[in-house]
């Protein structure tokens, strides 16, 4: 059974450098799937923030692109989020799932995990 | 533009059944959606995909009630037998080869 696990520090500072891990458990993430972040700001709807393949490929959203990295870390199962000059209106649980089969055209997110709240403040 | 739009609320009573509607932007009609449900307090649960034909595929455990259909540009999600955990938020969610797009939600309460 795949699941997977968001950790990081639940508070960041204004203009600093926002660092989350998707721990996965049950399935290799290097083979086959796109795995990605999604973040839900209080009170509000659900934002892609991108999406990653173990080879290194990326997506991101438009919006957060020049802020945002995914990378993956093969040896530890686990994918990593890094997102630059946070402000409040960063505050969101954000949340990593597994999407779509590499080359399948079906790229919705199948399982996702709980999430961990991330608070901007100084 | 890929946007998804849903209406923000729906309601229906217990036992009875709902149908959600998620409408593709122009352009986008050959698109499938899937419906992700997120009850209070939780995270969101992957429900179905639903394709353009209308032919859909559930996720592991998510009951016969849950159903899915298609017509034109709209993506629906059929809840029957309502039941109160049903009270919830669900998002459709398309994509493109290099983008990934949630609609705003709607919010169906059981009365």
Redesign the interface.
Same mark, same amino acid.
């Given at each position: 059974q795949v699941q997977l696990h968001e950790s990081g520090p639940g508070l960041v500072k204004p203009s600093e450098t926002l660092s989350l891990t998707c721990t996965v458990s049950g399935y290799s993430i290097s083979t086959s799937y796109y795995w990605g972040w999604i973040r839900q700001p209080p009170g509000k709807g659900l934002e892609w923030i991108g999406s990653m393949y173990h080879s290194g490929s990326t997506y991101y959203s438009p919006s957060l692109r020049s802020r945002v990295t995914i990378l993956v870390a093969t040896s530890k199962n686990q994918f990593s989020l890094k997102l630059s000059s946070v402000t409040a209106a960063d505050t969101a649980v954000y949340y990593c799932a597994r999407e779509g089969l590499y080359d399948s055209g079906n790229y919705y997110m199948d399982v996702w995990g709980k999430g961990t709240t991330v608070t901007v403040s100084s | 533009q890929l946007v998804l739009t849903q209406s923000p609320s729906a309601s229906a009573s217990l036992g009875a059944s709902v149908k959600l509607t998620c409408t593709l932007s122009s352009g986008h009609n050959s698109y =499938?959606? =899937?419906w992700?449900q997120?009850q209070p307090e +939780?995270?969101? &649960? *992957?429900l179905m +995909?639903v394709n353009s034909d209308g032919s859909h595929t559930k $996720?592991d455990g998510i009951p016969d009630r849950f159903s899915g259909s298609s017509s034109g540009a709209e993506r629906y999600l059929t809840i029957s037998s309502l039941q109160s955990e049903d009270e919830a938020?669900y *998002?459709c969610?398309?994509?493109g080869? =290099? %983008? &990934? %797009?949630? $609609? $705003?939600?709607t919010k169906l309460t059981v009365l």
């Open positions: - | =499938a959606i =899937a992700h997120q +939780k995270g969101p &649960r *992957y +995909k $996720g938020d *998002y969610q398309t994509w080869t =290099a %983008v &990934r %797009v949630f $609609g $705003g939600g």
